[in-house]
């Protein structure tokens, strides 16, 4: 059964930066692309970015472009989010989730499934 377990979320002041971690277990990164997604209180989830480890492919959403990189290390069957340059607006539980097809995909959160519990992110002076 596909599980993930995210991590490493916590309290910021502006303008700084968090990374958090995804461990995942029984699919392969190479195959299928894990993706970040984040939902604030009242809002609906939104996709923040993903990743293909075997092709090398990534995406991300316009707002954190140039601000938030992702990665992944196929050995640990983990990603990762490397989140700079943080802004109030950021704020929200973060999740990961897995693709639920083969190949690559960006982040409608309907082509996601077998979701984590979510890490929460507080950016706020």
């Known amino acids: 059964q596909v599980q993930l377990v995210e991590s490493g979320g916590g309290s910021v002041q502006p303008g700084g930066s968090l990374r958090l971690s995804c461990a995942a277990s029984?699919?392969?990164?190479?195959?299928?692309?894990g993706g970040w997604f984040r939902q604030a209180p009242g809002k609906e989830r939104e996709g923040v970015s993903s990743?293909?480890?075997?092709?090398?492919?990534?995406y991300y959403a316009d707002d954190v472009k140039g601000r938030f990189t992702i990665s992944a290390d196929r050995a640990k069957s983990s990603m990762y989010l490397q989140m700079n340059s943080l802004r109030p607006e950021d704020t929200a539980g973060y999740y990961c989730?897995?693709?639920?097809?083969?190949?690559?995909?960006?982040?409608?959160?309907?082509?996601?499934?077998?979701w984590g519990q979510g890490t929460q992110v507080t950016v706020s002076s």
């Open positions: 989730a897995k693709a639920k097809a083969v190949g690559e995909c960006g982040v409608d959160a309907t082509e996601f499934e077998s």
């Open positions: 029984e699919f392969s990164l190479d195959y299928y692309a």
């Open positions: 990743i293909m480890a075997g092709p090398g492919f990534s």
